[in-house]
């Protein structure tokens, strides 16, 4: 058995979390020092399969701005973040945007997708 | 004179909520004054997520969380007006505002609401030693620079500070194929949230140097090189542990300082511990009709307070206009006092006649304090004695005050905030 | 080829070629760096010496008197900001009072006018800041402050519309003279050819001599740091205070600034390397410390910046102003330290008239004698203002918001004689970026404004010329999205 010390990133409160697991079994034990749920996720997920949400901008064309900044819609596994930044780095798109807007679908094969977080006009 | 009910100084995510909730609160002609091409203020540039949580019960970036605060001002149908810069504010509420379009123009306030945030420390409020090359920027601005107008300021870069944006940036200099070689701190401790130092700097192995800071800085034209050292416990250098860092960039992300040269003008009390002004429990100014919310006020961590602030400050101006600024003061003001590791506290006073039922009080920590309680006196009897497991200088705190508790209280003059070891 | 070639845009080369554009003559500036106003003329104490620190007889003590007494003419005909504050020289320790009686003395041979020695009470009572520890002060009424970029601006962008040329990022490599007595500066920009040289080139004026001479001549580059403070602080004295002079050069001093921030310093150290502005943290716990024992309760936590700058120290601590005797043609003026920037107009006076009766110049029947500075707004009424936002809505647009400047301003920064090219030139000549954020709000948006009205690319706009880009390329490579 395994135990880490983490500090959750669910929000800003930035909880000390206290995680018990398997690596080799995927099991989790145990989790203390998390103040909700969001923090039990996070610890569970983070000793064994880690994931982040990806912030960045693509290239923007004909709109009132020289970038768009976009999301992955959800988390995607942390040793994909490099990968999902050339994907993005690829992308050129027309204005106009909209929040929410698909800019990549499913990217690198996580299942998620790229979406815009701004309007362009 | 334009005649307006409540006037916002700034279009930023503190201006927007407080004008939402003025209109809310029954103010019809509300008036925001942006000095940028669009509303949202920073957090047009604040691409990363983790906003809203508190707000939107979502996690959102930036510029989707001012969106939806824009789109609640459209809705409503609030007047704003971009490009233009305010000039003065005048004890009796004119505001003198100016752009391209309009020229200069004055506006008579009903009431004020100042949400002109903060800006960052410069390099020159530091004493940094050494030359003054280009290539050094203020976090905030390498961060606008690389999020809106699309471009790197360079490939090598150091950080000095440790504040929330400069972390952000680590991460964001590196995404778009940086290499950041270091970030430096001056203090013990870092002045930015615990998750970004795990999701911006641990993810990418970028090392913190703790009780670190720059001490010169080489490069005539363009910087070539930093030499970072350890400091002591009075934060000087000791010699022999310097280490030079070849970079094309600094950055620097040394604190935020309350952006109030209009509350000056206007002739506002300031608080010099927040750099921002002296409020009451409605969030109002010294000077009546004129409120303070954001991170002109004092520097917040995180978005969805200052907009729960915001929404404060708009709902008691709209109080202000509707009593036509004849608010009963009563005798009774108590006085807070932040002592013993607390550093401040907003508001400073409270008004037992105008309090809501519960008062929101925020204070911030001088130093980190692990297992210690935060205890508030009434006069000098204890009241409550809470126990924090970790608090730090980077994360603001906050407690809770109930009206009723307060009036039960007999002659009730002071209420103590202060940090305890047991 | 020219009549005369100056070699150096300081305030020093800049005042000359003022003065020779009187005349019906060729004149050439030849300057290393991008813009005027780049070396010694950028960095000092902004201050109009009265006079009586300079040895009596000394040519120095003779140019900086002579300059004071032009500064308000210059001032007036070439729009520059310039305030006769008065400076006190502050004794500290009993027994050196009669300090101040040496100086007084020295003050009155070299004619400096309306002095008085201060007791302590008069002197308290008239900058009520000064240390508890005065014990006496010289008083001197004469002593301004003045803004070294503008002065020296003007005097280029003045020179500049009289007929003279002015060659940037033009450094002189070589001096040679051929047997028909002509000068060839080689450069990196070619070769320049010229009957005269004017050697006005501060922390070089040396190397440039030792070129044509073989009486070599030796200038020390004595740097200086500075604090800048916010205005906040600009009323903390209303007088430039200095303590009595030392071995090692004025001491610091304390003084509001013509804009109305307060300045402190130099400290006085002497660098083998020219360009070596650096600051240092001893060097800026060191003028802390002195200033202290002047004025009290400096509130030094409103410092918005510290800089540094190198003056010309010659050997013999004295002006050279003259025609090199091995060399003929060749003018020297060098050694040109404090009060330098006081002499300026003497010296250009002393250069132009001593040319004038070597090559019998004649004077120009078109010589423009004014210059209009950029139009500052906030000197208007709201109306005149509105007038001039409707005529020309730039105007309208405030980008530095420390100093409240507006794009109107910027665009006739770049746009006029000689006009700005860079961050730090639109700075110098409008006040965009000097504010107490230091352009951390504003400088995209010059960035923004340069790169449109000077049509180059983004990454192509410096802070001050040469290499100093400020980004360097754009994100998602060169063209964005085709990785």
């Not at chain 3, 554009?21 to 009265?50: F, M, P, Q, W």
């Not at chain 3, 050694?335 to 003497?346: Q, R």
């Not at chain 3, 070597?358 to 010589?367: C, I």
């Not at chain 3, 109107?408 to 004689?417: K, M, N, Q, S, V």
């Amino acid at each position: 058995m395994e135990r880490k010390e983490l500090t959750c990133i669910g929000c800003p409160m930035g909880c000390q979390i206290t995680v018990e697991f398997d690596r080799e079994k995927e099991e989790v034990y145990s989790v203390s020092g998390n103040s909700c749920a969001i923090g039990d996720k996070y610890a569970r997920n983070e000793v064994l399969h880690p994931e982040r949400t990806v912030t960045s901008t693509v290239v923007v064309d004909g709109g009132d701005k020289p970038r768009l900044s976009v999301k992955t819609a959800g988390n995607i596994p942390k040793n994909m973040i490099m990968d999902c930044m050339k994907a993005i780095d690829a992308v050129r798109v027309n204005a106009p945007v909209k929040i929410g807007d698909v800019i990549i679908e499913n990217v690198c094969g996580t299942g998620v997708n790229v979406v815009a977080t701004r309007n362009i006009h | 004179m334009i005649p307006y009910d409540i006037v916002i100084i700034g279009g930023g995510p503190a201006g927007l909520a407080a004008a939402v909730s003025a209109r809310k609160n029954g103010i019809d002609k509300i008036l925001i004054l942006e000095r940028d091409r669009e509303l949202g203020g920073i957090l047009n540039q604040c691409i990363h997520n983790g906003f809203g949580l508190h707000t939107f019960k979502e996690e959102l970036t930036g510029p989707e969380y001012a969106q939806r605060f824009i789109d609640q001002v459209l809705e409503m149908g609030i007047e704003y007006k971009l490009n233009t810069m305010v000039m003065d504010i005048s004890p009796e509420r004119v505001v003198t505002a100016m752009s391209r379009e309009d020229g200069m123009y004055q506006i008579q306030a009903g009431a004020v609401i100042l949400a002109m945030g903060c800006r960052e420390r410069p390099r020159g409020a530091l004493n940094i030693p050494g030359y003054r090359p280009a290539g050094i920027f203020s976090a905030g601005t390498a961060q606008r620079l690389v999020n809106i107008e699309g471009y790197m300021p360079g490939r090598e870069v150091v950080i000095l500070g440790s504040g929330d944006i400069g972390l952000i940036m680590a991460r964001r200099m590196t995404l778009e194929g940086a290499k950041v070689k270091v970030v430096a701190e001056l203090m013990p401790y870092s002045g930015g949230l615990k998750r970004n130092i795990v999701q911006c700097l641990d993810d990418f192995n970028i090392p913190l140097k703790l009780s670190h800071t720059v001490v010169d800085i080489e490069g005539k034209e363009h910087i070539t090189a930093v030499t970072i050292a350890q400091v002591d416990s009075h934060n000087k250098p000791i010699p022999g542990t310097e280490e030079r860092y070849t970079c094309d960039t600094l950055l620097l992300s040394c604190g935020l300082i309350p952006e109030n040269e209009l509350s000056n003008k206007a002739g506002i009390r300031m608080n010099p511990v927040t750099n921002g002004p002296v409020v009451t429990e409605s969030l109002e100014t010294n000077i009546p009709g004129i409120f303070a919310c954001g991170n002109v006020l004092h520097v917040h961590d995180l978005v969805d307070y200052v907009s729960e602030e915001a929404g404060r400050a708009g709902a008691a101006a709209a109080r202000y206009v509707q009593a036509k600024g004849i608010i009963e003061h009563s005798d009774e003001v108590v006085k807070l006092i932040a002592t013993d590791g607390v550093r401040y506290t907003v508001p400073v006073t409270i008004d037992l006649k105008n309090m809501a039922d519960l008062q929101t009080v925020h204070f911030r920590v001088g130093n980190v304090y692990k297992n210690c309680y935060v205890s508030v006196y009434y006069n000098d009897k204890r009241m409550t004695h809470t126990r924090k497991k970790i608090m730090a200088p980077g994360e603001m705190e906050k407690i809770i005050l109930q009206k009723k508790n307060l009036l039960k209280e007999e002659d009730l003059k002071t209420i103590t905030i202060k940090i305890e070891a047991e | 080829m020219y009549d005369v070639i100056i070699i150096g845009a300081g305030v020093t080369g800049s005042a000359i070629a003022r003065e020779l554009s009187r005349y019906d003559a060729n004149v050439c500036v030849l300057e290393k760096c991008e813009d005027v106003c780049e070396g010694t003329s950028k960095a000092n104490s902004a201050i109009i010496h009265a006079g009586f620190d300079a040895e009596e007889g000394s040519l120095m003590a003779k140019m900086n008197v002579r300059g004071n007494e032009m500064m308000d003419q210059l001032a007036e005909d070439l729009d520059i900001p310039f305030k006769r504050i008065g400076a006190m020289v502050v004794c500290v320790q009993k027994d050196t009072l009669d300090g101040l009686q040496t100086l007084y003395e020295r003050g009155v041979a070299n004619g400096v006018k309306g002095m008085r020695i201060l007791s302590k009470e008069e002197a308290m009572a008239m900058e009520p800041n000064l240390s508890d520890n005065v014990e006496g002060a010289l008083y001197a009424p004469s002593s301004g402050i003045v803004c070294p970029f503008i002065l020296n601006i003007a005097m280029a962008e003045n020179a500049a519309d009289n007929g003279v040329e002015f060659r940037f990022n033009t450094k002189v490599e070589q001096i040679t003279k051929d047997d028909a007595g002509i000068w060839h500066l080689r450069t990196n920009n070619g070769e320049y050819k010229a009957r005269y040289v004017v050697n006005a080139a501060g922390v070089y004026a040396d190397v440039f001599h030792n070129m044509v001479s073989d009486k070599k001549i030796h200038i020390t580059p004595r740097r200086g740091d500075y604090c800048l403070l916010d205005k906040e602080a600009g009323n903390h004295v209303s007088h430039t205070i200095f303590t009595l002079p030392t071995k090692l050069g004025k001491g610091v001093l304390v003084t509001p600034t013509v804009h109305g921030n307060l300045i402190v310093g130099p400290t006085a150290v002497d660098v083998n390397d020219r360009e070596g502005t650096n600051t240092t943290a001893a060097g800026i716990a060191d003028l802390i410390t002195k200033a202290n024992q002047q004025v009290k309760d400096l509130p030094m936590r409103k410092v918005i910046t510290s800089f540094a700058g190198l003056r010309a120290h010659e050997d013999h601590h004295e002006f050279i102003i003259q025609e090199v005797e091995d060399a003929p043609h060749f003018i020297d003026v060098a050694g040109i330290e404090s009060p330098g920037l006081t002499s300026c107009p003497a010296i250009g006076e002393m250069v132009g008239e001593m040319l004038r009766e070597k090559m019998s110049l004649t004077p120009k029947d078109n010589w423009i004698a004014k210059r209009k500075g950029i139009l500052n707004p906030q000197t208007l009424t709201m109306e005149e203002r509105n007038a001039l936002i409707q005529k020309e809505p730039a105007y309208g647009n405030i980008i530095c918001r420390c100093e409240s400047i507006s794009e109107g301003e910027i665009l006739d920064a770049i746009h006029r004689t000689l006009g700005a090219r860079s961050l730090d030139g639109v700075k110098r000549r409008t006040r965009a970026g000097m504010g107490r954020c230091q352009a951390g709000f504003c400088s995209p948006r010059v960035m923004e404004i340069l790169h449109r009205e000077l049509g180059i690319p983004l990454e192509e706009v410096t802070k001050s010329g040469g290499r100093s880009t400020i980004v360097m390329e754009r994100t998602k490579g060169a063209n964005g999205g085709e990785a």
